[in-house]
């Protein structure tokens, strides 16, 4: 590879509980990971962006002051996103040329806001702007909510950017403050497992922004139920809405909805546990809590392909298995586990064997990777 001036890593994050509810300002944590994408540049004067890919084919070749707003379906709809949020703010005259790649099969580990994170911060970098954490938290998520046309929340962004080795990230979405907390005395040893199904496809043309919808529509029938005013649906979250007004009104709305405010409200509930168990040390019960959170997925939530589904059910009973669950939307990728490392190589053979057992067509595109938490998003010295 050529030599080049600046060096960025993005993580990828894992979020063992908190999922699905950061659309409606709930409750999140998660880790960021040490594996993520690796971009390399140097700054162009003349304003000309120019990247190649490790993963995908194809050259990207724009230039950074060009307002055009058209996505083209490819990976370079990425860099494009990252121009479009943070030109947004700033004017933008140099460029970057370099490479991207990426350390894991893609799905369900947020590589979509790793890369947007690397290009945010590869512009600032070029442009002479500096950005605080959460400002590139902002101007990443934008970029994939107005640009990529995911009705997403922070936890991604949230978990790249602010991860730090060995802490549990608990943020609350809807003030944005946010705890790194260390693991009490007792929690003993873990690894995290990320067990790949074998299946990948975006986001954006999976039910993900239907369940965000369903989510609003719910907090719509319970203001309406109790005539309380609405907003429109774009300023309607369920982290508005109390818990009691929810339990009053459950009865009345169409059970799918209700459905989707269960998992919102017991999700709260978890995460604030969770914290407790991570901070007291007690990994049975922060891994109890994480399996209870992917039963909320597949029955409240109604998420996970059942290529995950099979995976989590092999995985909830295993010895060694503290706990589990989809691994970001559900929809696609990944199964996380957290796991005792003394058990590791028999949680391998047994996933392995009896997944493939059931899926045989995934052979060759199913994995299992071993990774720890990191830092987050960073410049690399070379
Ligand atoms: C995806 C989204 C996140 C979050 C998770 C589910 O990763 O990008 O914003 O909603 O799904 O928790």
Not at 1 to 9: C, D, E, L, T, V
Not at 16 to 32: E, I, K, N, R
Not at 55 to 61: D, R
């Amino acid at each position: 590879m050529k030599n080049y001036a600046y060096h960025i890593f993005a993580p990828y994050r894992v979020c063992p509980l908190g999922a699905h509810v950061d659309h409606q300002h709930g409750l999140v944590s998660g880790f960021a990971i040490d594996k993520g994408v690796d971009l390399w540049f140097n700054i162009t004067e003349d304003g000309s962006v120019r990247l190649t890919s490790h993963s995908f084919t194809g050259e990207v070749n724009i230039r950074i002051d060009d307002k055009t707003r058209v996505k083209e379906g490819n990976w370079g709809d990425y860099v494009r996103g990252a121009k479009y949020a943070l030109s947004k703010r700033f004017v933008l005259q140099h460029g970057i040329e370099g490479e991207i790649t990426g350390s894991l099969p893609i799905g369900g580990l947020s590589s979509s806001a790793a890369v947007l994170i690397a290009y945010v911060m590869a512009f600032a970098k070029a442009n002479a702007i500096t950005l605080t954490k959460m400002e590139v938290i902002k101007i990443a998520s934008e970029a994939e909510r107005e640009y990529i046309g995911l009705n997403n929340g922070i936890l991604d962004q949230a978990c790249i950017a602010l991860g730090e080795q060995g802490k549990l990230l608990f943020l609350d979405t809807a003030t944005e403050q946010y705890r790194l907390i260390e693991p009490g005395e007792d929690l003993g040893k873990y690894e995290i497992a990320i067990i790949f199904s074998g299946l990948t496809r975006s986001l954006v043309n999976s039910d993900y922004n239907l369940r965000v919808s369903e989510c609003k529509t719910a907090a719509w029938c319970m203001q309406a139920y109790k005539e309380q005013p609405i907003r429109p649906l774009d300023q309607t979250f369920l982290r508005d809405v109390p818990l009691e007004m929810y339990e009053e009104t459950k009865d009345r709305m169409p059970a799918r909805f209700a459905r989707r405010a269960e998992h919102f409200y017991s999700e709260y509930r978890r995460v604030r546990k969770g914290v407790t168990a991570w901070e007291s040390g007690n990994m049975e019960l922060f891994g109890q809590l994480i399996k209870q959170s992917c039963e909320s997925s597949i029955h409240n939530y109604e998420c996970g392909s059942p290529e995950l589904i099979a995976i989590y059910t092999i995985l909830k009973n295993l010895e060694g298995v503290y706990g589990g669950r989809f691994s970001g939307a559900g929809f696609k990728g990944a199964v996380i586990a957290l796991v005792d490392p003394a058990y590791k190589k028999e949680v391998e053979e047994s996933i392995t064997r009896e997944y493939l057992a059931q899926y045989p067509e995934y052979k060759k595109t199913f994995g299992i990777y071993w990774v720890h938490s990191t830092d987050g998003a960073r410049f690399v010295e070379a």
